[in-house]
């Protein structure tokens, strides 16, 4: 929920409206991970049906994802339900519109620059989500963005296109190995002595947080903090 008010607020910030559709839910990645397909296109459907009023309306100009992992699972409506002739188009629609939190960065750095403030933390270690960088193909976007609003952003230095572990269910699933590629991730990112480690998916935060002592964030957390 705080990343949630965090994204709202920056959003404001910048001069966009956050709608909220209450009936949505779990976009499906959880269930399709466990092998329940059907399970997860029900989610996908639920959806669908609580977004597609706004969408029809023309009230929405974007569906906005702030974890990486619902992005890509989102961004792959059209071809999942490619199927079901009662949800083709409209899964199409839907991912089209979808766009990870990142994506507006471009377009926020200049309308937000200006209410930024020298409080909070500024030294960040960013681990970029496999759902980031390899699913959805975004790259750079955070760390480009993030330093020109005055962060200073740092990648691991060794295999920082390497999962963290948490990789939706496996880190419930396979626990011991999952730990191992925290811990091997964690000890990528902490000689950047960072006052803050930030990604972009709620997995990952989560499973990177049980393994240091120092703070695991999404990154828009840190930047709305740094907003007056």
């Not at 961004?75 to 009662?86: E, M, Q, S, V």
């Not at 970029?128 to 790259?139: A, I, K, N, S, V």
Request: charged share 20%; with cysteine; hydrophobic share 40%.
């Amino acid at each position: 929920p705080n990343i949630n008010s965090a994204t709202a607020r920056v959003l404001d910030a910048a001069g966009i409206q956050t709608l909220v559709a209450d009936d949505a839910g779990c976009c499906g990645a959880i269930r399709t991970h466990l092998n329940d397909n059907e399970g997860g296109l029900a989610d996908m459907r639920r959806n669908i049906d609580a977004w597609w009023p706004l969408v029809s309306a023309g009230k929405v100009e974007a569906i906005v994802m702030n974890a990486s992992g619902c992005g890509a699972q989102v961004k792959d409506y059209g071809h999942a339900l490619a199927h079901d002739p009662a949800y083709a188009e409209r899964a199409r629609r839907i991912t089209t519109l979808t766009k990870d939190l990142s994506e507006l960065l471009p377009d926020l750095v200049p309308r937000l620059k200006p209410r930024l403030r020298s409080r909070g933390p500024k030294k960040l270690a960013f681990h970029p989500p496999c759902t980031l960088q390899h699913g959805q193909q975004l790259r750079g976007g955070v760390e480009t963005n993030l330093a020109a609003l005055g962060f200073e952003v740092q990648l691991a230095q060794c295999e920082s296109h390497l999962c963290c572990g948490s990789a939706g269910t496996y880190s419930v699933l396979q626990p011991e190995l999952s730990k191992r590629l925290r811990d091997r991730k964690l000890s990528h990112l902490e000689p950047l002595r960072s006052e803050v480690i930030v990604s972009a998916n709620i997995g990952c935060i989560q499973h990177l947080a049980t393994g240091t002592a120092t703070p695991v964030r999404h990154w828009v957390e840190v930047l709305d903090e740094a907003l007056a």
